[in-house]
């Protein structure tokens, strides 16, 4: 089992910039690949961003590519997404997740969850 716990959301507004934090306790945090997704009022899960293992491959939405910056910190056993340019459509609730591969994190979601963390951007 893998715990996750999401922190960092709020409201804040357009042009701002916020970081989330995923904290991770269980199982070994690098043996698995991260990612983050979100969930809109009155919209399915989306996929947001992905990161390799060791954190040196990253993967990102056409909708956040160049505004958000996924990391880990596998000392820390953190994981963050550091979102700037923040517009309003980016209002969701975002959660971490951990998973056995980059294709089955992105394409089906993780292993674990986290509860979950709002982010509230007004225009």
């Known amino acids: 089992q893998v715990q996750l716990v999401e922190s960092g959301g709020g409201l804040v507004q357009a042009g701002d910039s916020l970081r989330l934090s995923c904290a991770a306790s269980?199982?070994?945090?690098?043996?698995?690949?991260m990612g983050w997704f979100r969930r809109a009022p009155g919209k399915g899960r989306e996929y947001v961003a992905a990161?390799?293992?060791?954190?040196?491959?990253?993967y990102y939405a056409r909708s956040v590519k160049g505004r958000f910056t996924i990391s880990r910190d596998n000392a820390k056993n953190t994981l963050y997404l550091q979102m700037s340019s923040l517009k309003p459509e980016d209002t969701a609730v975002y959660y971490c997740?951990?998973?056995?591969?980059?294709?089955?994190?992105?394409?089906?979601?993780?292993?674990?969850w986290g509860q979950g963390t709002q982010v509230t951007v007004s225009s």
């Open positions: 997740a951990a998973g056995p591969s980059t294709a089955v994190l992105v394409s089906a979601g993780g292993d674990y």
């Open positions: 269980g199982r070994t945090f690098s043996n698995y690949v």
């Open positions: 990161i390799s293992r060791s954190g040196d491959s990253t």
